[in-house]
């Protein structure tokens, strides 16, 4: 079945530096990608869609400067987290859909998601 | 958009059944998944139901949905401690992107 690879999947960092989050998928195309952000004992809270040559769309309330996304090829898209302070400590998970029109059959497919730890 | 809920925990014995519920308010969800995450990992699809069906069973996995009440439903039937972990109901639509997802629901397995 579908395989996304996400790294790495625990990182440490000072506050003020960048890190850099890699989503892959190994085994298709993915047309566009997800970035969720997900908070201790709550939902997943979607970041951004990503779409392979384009802008990343963000969600309202997040800021498109500090969470930088690239989407360069179509198995692979990037999250960097700038100038990391604490707040941003979270578990951020990424998945990668073929074609949306397939539905689940290419379905939603997840990483094992990065627990980003800013001290 | 759409708001899904969902009772944040549940705890049932080894060998019992397990029901996880989830609610919903937009009606135009075509597609209405489950998935179970792990303690530190993403998201696993267990199973899914189209908008057309009402039930669908997958081993000891039985999915209701009841449209009229924009209400989904998980059975795990003879639940195992290795079951213990977050379901997240989900629900998309034909040809749009994002997922929409229910709060999660905590199952605890009591051995």
């Known amino acids: 079945g579908a395989v996304v690879s996400q790294h790495p999947s625990r990182v440490i960092c000072k506050s003020g530096t960048s890190v850099k989050i890699e989503c892959r998928s190994l085994d298709f195309q993915a047309t566009t990608m997800f970035w969720y952000r997900q908070f201790p004992k709550q939902s997943l809270m979607l970041m951004a869609t990503s779409n392979e040559g384009s802008k990343a769309t963000y969600e309202q309330g997040v800021e498109k400067d500090k969470f930088l996304i690239n989407h360069a090829s179509l198995t692979l898209s990037t999250l960097t987290v700038t100038s990391a302070h604490p707040e941003d400590s979270s578990f951020y998970i990424c998945s990668a859909i073929q074609n949306p029109r397939d539905g689940p059959n290419y379905g939603y497919t997840f990483g094992s998601g990065t627990r980003l730890t800013v001290v | 958009g759409e708001d899904v809920e969902q009772s944040l925990f549940l705890s049932v014995r080894e060998g019992d059944s397990s029901v996880i519920n989830c609610t919903y308010t937009d009606s135009s969800s075509t597609y209405l998944y489950w998935y179970k995450q792990e303690p530190g990992a993403g998201l696993q699809l267990l199973t899914y139901?189209?908008?057309?069906?009402d039930m669908k069973q997958d081993q000891r996995l039985t999915v209701l949905l009841n449209k009229k009440d924009k209400h989904l439903s998980l059975r795990i039937a003879d639940t195992q401690t290795g079951d213990s972990a977050i379901y997240f109901c989900a629900l998309g639509q034909t040809g749009a992107n994002n997922l929409f997802f229910g709060t999660g629901t905590r199952l605890t397995v009591i051995p």
């Open positions: 139901i189209f908008s057309n069906m």
